[in-house]
């Protein structure tokens, strides 16, 4: 079981220009990434993580304009992730570009936005775009 996380704190401003002490856009004063995963070195892996962002403008001048909304409010989405190995790659293990995979082939799957979190984080001429919500994907990884 392994937690991981990270951290960006920031304090932007303009400090020069006809924006002088305005914020630039997309600069939030934190985005927070926290997780947690586990692996079995035969069957795969399993992981939870987080990405939370604070309100942040959308455009430099800090202003509405044309989309009527001064800024993008705070959001947090989780996912989860995982991987089942399908063989083993024993005969690679201890060498190469192998050596890093426990199998040489996994199916992948995952789940976007878990708890179908609303949130935005782009604009565009009409407003704030909304992200679709809860997304699912599969796919697989082969090692030759």
Same mark, same amino acid.
């Given at each position: ?9 920031? #304090? ?35 992981? $939870? ?16 304009? #044309? ?16 991987? $089942?190995? $399908? ?26 936005? $878990?708890?179908?979190?609303?949130? #935005? ?13 809860? #997304? ?9």
């Amino acid at each position: 079981l392994k937690l991981f996380g990270s951290a960006s704190l920031l #304090s932007a401003e303009f400090v020069e220009g006809p924006l002088k002490q305005g914020e630039p856009a997309y600069a939030p004063n934190h985005l927070l990434r926290v997780g947690t995963t586990y692996q079995h070195p035969r069957w795969g892996k399993v992981a $939870l993580s987080g990405t939370f962002v604070g309100d942040h403008y959308w455009a430099d001048n800090n202003a509405a304009g #044309s989309t009527g909304t001064t800024g993008i409010p705070a959001y947090g989405v989780w996912d989860l992730t995982g991987e $089942l190995f $399908l063989w083993p790659a024993a005969a690679a293990r201890g060498s190469g570009a192998m050596a890093r995979w426990p199998s040489r082939a996994a199916l992948l799957v995952g789940i976007h936005n $878990l708890t179908d979190e609303t949130y #935005s984080s782009r604009v565009r001429s009409d407003g704030i775009e909304p992200v679709p919500g809860r #997304s699912y994907y599969a796919g697989m990884r082969i090692a030759f």
